[in-house]
């Protein structure tokens, strides 16, 4: 089992930033890829970045030069820094991880463990 929490979600006007944290839990398993993905209310899912765990990553193009994925390996922890956050932007994050595929994958059917959720609200 691979546990993954949330933090760092919040409430901005439009341009301004936020950072996303993710800590996963240790255990046996080995991540390959992990990502983050958001949900509007009223629409479906949609991944808006990932990385592999050779440090590939791939972005949508909405968000492309404004979020940035990384990981920090030895906290075990992925971070989304957000810039220039738009309304749009508005929608619960959440934090995905992969055990068995290895590419920057925007499928979601490719990752096997989800977290809970932290909030992003842009509006001014």
């Not at 949609?46 to 404004?66: L, P, Q, W």
Request: hydrophobic share 35%.
């Amino acid at each position: 089992q691979v546990q993954l929490v949330e933090s760092g979600g919040g409430s901005v006007q439009p341009g301004g930033s936020l950072r996303l944290s993710c800590e996963a839990s240790r255990s046996h398993f080995s991540i390959n890829a992990m990502g983050w993905y958001r949900q509007a209310q009223g629409k479906q899912r949609e991944m808006v970045a990932t990385i592999t765990s050779g440090s590939v990553t791939n972005y949508i193009d909405s968000v492309k030069g404004r979020f940035t994925i990384s990981a920090d390996n030895a906290k075990n922890t992925l971070y989304l820094q957000m810039i220039n956050l738009k309304p749009e932007d508005t929608a619960v994050y959440y934090c995905a991880a992969s055990t068995w595929f290895s590419e920057p994958t925007m499928d979601l059917g490719k990752y096997d463990y989800w977290g809970q959720g932290t909030q992003v609200i842009v509006s001014s």
